[in-house]
Structures are given as C-alpha cells and as structure tokens.
C-alpha cells in the first residue's frame, strides 16, 4: 500500500499543473482583465466627478490626447504611461510564459500573493473566510450522511412497501429542485419573508455575540446556521439516499447473504454484520469527495442568499472583478485539497475493506 500512496503523491504533480495550466490560459483568454477592471474603475470615477460639475449631467471620461493602447477596453484617452504604469503593477508587462512560471514557482511555496483589489493577502483572505464554508461544509456533510445511510438502509430492506414509495416521493422531490430554491422557501416561511419570522437572516453570528455565554453563543451559532444547512441538506441528500440504497440492494442478493440466512442467522446478524461493511464501502469512502465539493461548490448560492461571507462568495467576486491572485491562489489550493482528498478516499476504502488492496490491482 505504500508503494500505491508514493506513486498517487507522485502523480498529484503533474496533474495540478495540468489544471493550473488550463485554467491559466482560459482565464487569460477572457476579456475583462485585472487592468480592464482599473481603468473602468477610473472611467466610472471620471464620470461620476464631470457629472457633478455638470450639474449631474453624465459625460465620456476625458483623458490626455493621444488615446490609450487599443488592447484595452476603454483606454482611449488614458496616458500611455499610465496604462503601462498598470500593467506593471498587476505584472501584465511580462509574457504569458514568464507569469505563469512565477505563478508556480510561487504557489509551489504557498506564496498566493496579495489580492489585487482588497489589498490583503490572499492566505489571510482565504483564513477569515474558512470558519463559515467549514461551518457550512462540516454540518450539511454529517447531517446528509446521518440522514441519508438509514433512510437508504431502511428503504433497502422494505423495498416496494409504502414506506418505500413514499419515500421515494421525498428523494425525487430533493432531487429535482436545487437547494437555493429551498433556502428562498425557508426564508419565506421561517425567516421573516413572509410568514414566521423565527431565524436570522443574515451572518453566523449575532452582533452581540462576544458579550453572550458559552452556551449563549452555542446556541446564537446554531440559531444562525440552521436555515442554509437545512436547506443544503434538502438539497443533497437524495443522491446518497439512492446509492446507499442500491448498494444495499445489491448485496442483499449475493450468495454469501443466501448462506449466512441457511445457517440460521439473525435477519439483524445477517444485515449489519455481513452486508453493511460491503454496503457502504462507496458511500463511507466518498466522504472525504463529498465534504469537498460541498465545502467549495455547493455553498455558494447559499452564502448568497444568506448573506454568509465564505469562501464560496469570495470565489465569484474574484471571478467577476478578474481578481487572479484570488483566483488562482484559492484554485491551487482547492485543487491540491481535492487531490489528496480523493487518495484519503481510497485509503477509507482499504481501511474500510482490508481485501482491497490498490497494489495488486494496478500489477
């Protein structure tokens, strides 16, 4: 097994420069840039002070003669100097090639830069973020596994009963409407939108947090945070739902189930001491993935509409303001943890399974 862990670090290299490298190019490809984002800035500056001199008459952003290089949306009137001044400062004076070597080698050191228009480094960025996207991703994660393995158990074991189809009603219904339509209905109707108003809108915590108790603030965290992970749990737990299901179903009807019920076993016996360890052999080892991807993706209309400042939110506005040390810091990141991630997966899988060993399937 070490062997398989060494070759899978190995392998983890390459690939991540592959991704870095795609969504290197692709990014700069996009019109917009960092230098875009400054000059429009500045235009809209331009516009604002002439339309106060002109009694509130907006007028074109005058710059010197000349016009601004051509490359540049809107620079037409800026100094040349200027423009190139910019340029320098977002490191746009270097190739492509030359940027993107220093990108790396930097990342390589967990040196993400600072962010070009918060003026703060994008570590310090990403840690006083982190508290609420882990908040998000820790509790929607648990809860959809608590609710999900026993619901799938259950409807496994008493598959085409009522329970069951009315269940599955339940799943279907989870899985067909996206989880930010099940936040808008909770604030509807638990948060003051139209009919209780019972829960927070907005933030993780009260303003008066740092003056409340211990379990003041236990309970003013949970008051605040039960909204967006009910809503994310709604959302997400039909999938699981169904594959811990036919998971179980699977294995109820192989032959070492036949032999264990002719020995006389319990029905209970039968269940949670043979079927359950094969059962969930891909639902426990897709945790570390799963907490992952509702960590960094599935939160992120939910930090929206709940006004929750998390990584998810800080991700789409360096996406729409063409923040790149934002970007790419957080996709490097993102990408390393996914990465190591999916090899702790597969560990769960042996550890979870002693039989599975990668060595001997990869000779």
């Not at 070759?7 to 969504?23: A, D, E, Q, S």
């Not at 192989?254 to 019920?261: G, K």
Request: hydrophobic share 50%; charged share 15%; aromatic share 12%.
């Amino acid at each position: 097994m070490s062997a398989y862990i060494l070759r899978r670090l190995l392998l983890i290299v390459p690939t991540l420069f592959g991704i870095m490298l795609v969504n290197f190019l692709i990014v700069q490809a996009a019109p917009g840039g960092p230098v875009e984002q400054a000059i429009a800035q500045i235009q809209g500056l331009a516009v604002q002070s002439t339309a106060r001199v002109s009694g509130g008459v907006a007028g074109e952003a005058a710059g010197p003669p000349g016009g601004g290089p051509a490359k540049y949306r809107g620079a037409q009137g800026l100094d040349p100097e200027f423009v190139a001044s910019l340029e320098k400062q977002y490191g746009f004076d270097k190739p492509l090639w030359e940027r993107f070597v220093l990108m790396i080698g930097n990342y390589a050191v967990f040196d993400f830069g600072e962010s070009f228009f918060r003026d703060r480094a994008v570590v310090d960025l990403v840690i006083d973020k982190m508290p609420v996207s882990i908040s998000l991703g820790l509790w929607t994660t648990l809860l959809t596994y608590l609710i999900s393995i026993p619901l799938g158990i259950a409807k496994a074991v008493r598959d085409g009963s009522r329970f069951d189809v009315w269940t599955s009603g339940a799943v279907i219904v989870g899985n067909a409407v996206p989880a930010f339509l099940f936040a808008i209905l909770l604030i509807i109707l638990f948060a003051g939108g139209r009919y209780l108003d019972w829960f927070p809108l907005r933030g993780l915590t009260s303003d008066d947090f740092d003056q409340l108790s211990t379990l003041g603030r236990i309970g003013d965290y949970f008051w605040h945070i039960a909204l967006p992970v009910a809503s994310m749990v709604i959302g997400g737990f039909a999938g699981l739902t169904m594959l811990t299901k036919n998971s179980f179903m699977d294995q109820i009807h192989q032959q070492y189930v036949i032999t264990a019920r002719a020995k006389g076993l319990t029905e209970r016996r039968v269940l949670y001491g043979h079927v359950f360890r094969n059962a969930m052999l891909i639902v426990i080892a897709g945790f570390p993935g799963a907490f992952v991807s509702i960590l960094f993706t599935g939160a992120l209309l939910t930090e929206i509409i709940f006004s929750l400042d998390g990584l998810g939110l800080l991700g789409f506005e360096a996406a729409i303001k063409r923040d790149y040390p934002v970007m790419f810091g957080t996709l490097y990141f993102f990408t390393l943890l996914g990465l190591v991630m999916n090899l702790i997966g597969d560990l769960a899988y042996h550890a979870v399974d002693p039989r599975i060993d990668f060595d001997k399937r990869e000779a």
